[in-house]
């Protein structure tokens, strides 16, 4: 949600957020409704998918603010932590849809 927020970080950004915060909401819907409904034990193995996608884009997302405040707010001074968050917010989606299709 901070990316999404954030008028820092540009529309693609934006964007890669988007689709991770959606593919988050398919696998919990995938979870609820699957049938036959999964047993608490594969339940719990799915919901760490989710964490482990969360980790990924967060501390990709510290690393940029951190860079972005340290360079004096000179977006144009953090294109590499940029290109690594937009790495990581496509690496944690995939993460995501692993978990729904495996």
Do not use: C
């Not at 998918?49 to 000179?74: D, M």
């Amino acid at each position: 949600m901070q990316i999404i927020g954030s008028n820092i970080v540009g529309n693609d950004v934006v964007e890669l957020a988007a689709q991770y915060m959606a593919e988050h909401a398919r696998l919990e819907l995938w979870i609820g409704r699957h049938q036959p409904a999964l047993s608490f034990r594969h339940q719990f193995e799915l919901g760490r998918a989710p964490s482990e996608a969360l980790l990924v884009a967060y501390e990709a997302w510290v690393a940029f603010e951190a860079a972005y405040q340290t360079s004096g707010k000179k977006v144009d001074q953090v294109r590499d932590e940029r290109e690594q968050l937009k790495t990581a917010l496509g690496r944690a989606t995939q993460t995501l849809i692993r978990a729904r299709t495996e």
